[in-house]
């Protein structure tokens, strides 16, 4: 009899499994470890309990919906990272540290290359009401939310965008991401206040996502250095479809391979002077652009 379970973590070659009867602990099996696509965390995993055994055999993996992938600059290709992300959350704070809409751009940049739909949480309200962050975000096209993990401002709103669905909660450090889990998950107790994933992040070490269940429903992953994901190797070409205020008019550019920078007739310049288009989002894809146009050609 098999079972179905949620990957949430892998350690070496045991990998820990959700299912509807509880954590179990699994290892690859037969086809599974020849096959490629290799399982990941966030995958949906067939399981075959192990007679007398305390470890599961994970027999297949389901398909997935979606997949987070970390590009390899050397042009080796992607690998994948976690699997049936529904939604990346990027958070920022208003104010402490201050806000960096550049960096926020990329973060949304990410999501959008990897299909995976994006929403912005404005943290800290209670320090600074974010009124023009929320502008320039929603006018880009993004879902809003307004939060104070201090004051509880907006924290029924995130609990039921999260409710169901798997979330990448990423962002500035500092922005208050552990703040705002925890208040909303009892007995999550993140750690706050310190500079945790930098830290990891520094010693070059990849360290793998882990996906926390949601006792509502759904999962969060962490995914350690979530703005390294996903870029590279992004055909520059492909960079304005992830500007969602770009995209319906991209086919209006003269040009078919218009780069919206200096090229006569340009559809996305025009809109900018026309203040359709916040001139701050397109410097945003013009620093984006130059840093891809430098990478080496992998993609093509
Ligand atoms: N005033 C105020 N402070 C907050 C709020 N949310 C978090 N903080 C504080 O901001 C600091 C950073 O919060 P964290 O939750 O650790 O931030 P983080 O985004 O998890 O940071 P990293 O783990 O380093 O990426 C902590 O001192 C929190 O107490 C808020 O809504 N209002
Ligand atoms: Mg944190
Ligand atoms: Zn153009």
């Not at 379970?5 to 299912?19: C, F, K, S």
């Amino acid at each position: 009899m098999s079972l179905l379970g949620t990957v949430l973590e892998r350690d070496g070659a045991v990998y820990r499994v959700a299912t509807a009867a509880g954590e179990v602990r699994a290892v690859l099996r037969g086809r599974t470890k020849r096959e490629t696509p290799k399982v990941v965390v966030g995958d949906v995993v067939r399981l075959e309990p192990e007679p007398g055994g305390a470890l599961c055999g994970i027999d297949a993996v389901e398909p997935r919906r979606s997949l987070l992938e970390r590009r390899v600059p050397e042009g080796r290709g992607a690998r994948p990272v976690v699997a049936n992300v529904d939604q990346v959350l990027v958070v920022t704070a208003t104010r402490d540290p201050a806000p960096i809409a550049q960096l926020l751009d990329r973060l949304l940049v990410v999501a959008e290359a990897n299909e995976i739909p994006a929403q912005l949480v404005i943290n800290k309200v209670d320090l600074d009401p974010g009124d023009a962050l929320a502008r320039r975000f929603g006018r880009a096209g993004y879902p809003i939310h307004l939060t104070s993990a201090r004051t509880g401002t907006g924290l029924d709103e995130l609990r039921d965008i999260l409710t169901g669905r798997t979330s990448v909660v990423t962002g500035p450090s500092g922005a208050g991401k552990s703040s705002l889990l925890n208040a909303l998950q009892r007995g999550l107790q993140l750690r706050t206040g310190e500079i945790s994933r930098k830290v990891r992040r520094g010693t070059n070490t990849t360290v793998g996502s882990v996906m926390l269940p949601l006792d509502a429903g759904g999962f969060i992953v962490d995914t350690p250095g979530f703005s390294e994901v996903g870029l590279w190797g992004v055909n520059p070409r492909a960079l304005a479809e992830c500007f969602p205020e770009m995209r319906p008019l991209l086919d209006r550019c003269r040009f078919a391979d218009c780069r919206h920078v200096s090229e006569p007739g340009c559809a996305i310049r025009a809109a900018t002077e026309r203040g359709e288009i916040d001139a701050d989002r397109l410097a945003s894809y013009r620093a984006l652009l130059a840093e891809l146009e430098a990478e080496p050609r992998d993609w093509e």
